[in-house]
């Protein structure tokens, strides 16, 4: 898919495009190989938005690691966190004792991904961190939320693509851009 998509003529601008998007992932590929040596880390996929991130981070990732997946509910049709987090979808496995990488789409408030990593050291992981594609720290309502691992710090703007959506759409697009207000109105 190139510009030319009519998906493009939603947004007001591309904030990250495919090629910066591939070399960081490689990079931080690279970092997380480094940080695990010798050992066999949970990577885990926080669906949906996380999807494309996640195969393409573990393919740089030189390690025999295990994936798992799982599901957490999103804003649907709005741009907006409600605060209340429900889990869709949970892990196959039993992350006891084990090396749990979160890899999310993108931090926000941190309500979403605090919610999460409290779940998980409950569990009784034996270390978690936290690899983000994006991060919005400006909007941060956790404040001592720690993201071990992201890509690209983006400022307040609602960003579509590359797994994320907006009311499920623009997943597709291989750039990552700024949602147009006018599609979102007041969601
Ligand atoms: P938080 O709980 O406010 O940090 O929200 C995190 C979740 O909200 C992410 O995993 C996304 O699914 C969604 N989200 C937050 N900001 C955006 C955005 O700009 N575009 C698309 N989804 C977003």
Redesign the pocket.
Known sequence: MNGESKMYQDLDRILVNRDEIREKVKELGKRITEDYKGKSPVMVC?LK?ACMFFTDLIREVDLPLSIDFMAIS??GKATK?SGVVRVLKDLDQDVLGKDVIIV??????????SYLMEMLVHRGAASLKVAALLD?TARRKVPDLKVDYVCFDIPDA???GYG???DQKYRNLPDIGVLSPKVYGDA
């Open positions: 926080i938005g999103s804003y966190t999310e789409d993108i931090v926000d408030t941190g309500v979403t991904l919005k609602f960003v579509v994320l959506d907006f």
